[in-house]
T-cell receptor, first 109, second 117 residues
């Protein structure tokens, strides 16, 4: 049970922003929200994580809803290299990550 | 972030044989995990590799089929025993450092792509 819900697939044009949604309506007050992505023929790659406040790093931004029941991963300018499966994960305590099916992002040139 | 090296990166094996996959990390890590990714599927956790004690297996995975060793804080092995075509998958090593686990990313190797004939 990955405890999050994501769309199966999304499509974006190159150079445009992408907003990848994630629903985690049963999240508890101490659960972080993590995002990973898996490029073809590679292992998953850490993207970003947060608890309550919005977070930014060199790869992406994470916008967390005020009630924390949903979040959005924002890629500011999609490139062809961003085509991947994106996983939104809600780790529990010190247990390892449990992966759902994620969102397959296609980027069109 | 930790750099993870897996060996071999890929292999083709005969059914009934066994293969040991190695995972080497460039720094000491608190937790090491093994995942399986079957063709076209998401990742499934096989087990947590515990230093100095038996691994903790997830439901559906057993020690006789997937023996795991972790002799120190930077190295682990996963053996896939008595292989059948259903074992054809990508096997991935993953690590996490200490601290507040929810606030720590997990890092992954690029996996071992295993094909069983």
């Amino acid at each position: 049970d990955a405890k999050t819900t994501q769309p199966n697939s999304m499509e974006s044009n190159e150079e445009e922003p992408v907003h990848l949604p994630c629903n985690h309506s049963t999240i508890s007050g101490t659960d972080y929200i993590h995002w990973y992505r898996q490029l073809p023929s590679q292992g998953p790659e850490y993207v970003i994580h947060g608890l309550t406040s919005n977070v930014n790093n060199r790869m992406a931004s994470l916008a967390i809803a005020e009630d924390r029941k949903s979040s959005t991963l924002i890629l500011h300018r999609a490139t062809l290299r961003d085509a991947a499966v994106y996983y939104c994960i809600r780790p529990s305590g010190n247990t390892p990550l449990v992966f759902g099916k994620g969102t397959r992002l296609s980027v069109i040139a | 972030s930790a750099v993870i090296s897996q060996k071999p990166s890929r292999d083709i094996c005969q059914r009934g044989t066994s293969l040991t996959i190695q995972c080497q990390v460039d720094s000491q890590v608190t937790m090491m995990f093994w995942y399986r990714q079957q063709p076209g599927q998401s990742l499934t956790l096989i087990a947590t590799a515990n230093q100095g004690s038996e691994a903790t297996y997830e439901s559906g995975f057993v020690i006789d089929k997937f023996p795991i060793s972790r002799p120190n804080l930077t190295f682990s092995t996963l053996t896939v025993s008595n292989m059948s075509p259903e074992d054809s998958s990508i096997y991935l090593c993953s690590v996490r450092t200490g601290g507040d686990y929810g606030d720590q990313p997990q890092h992954f190797g690029d996996g071992t792509r295993l094909s069983i004939l």
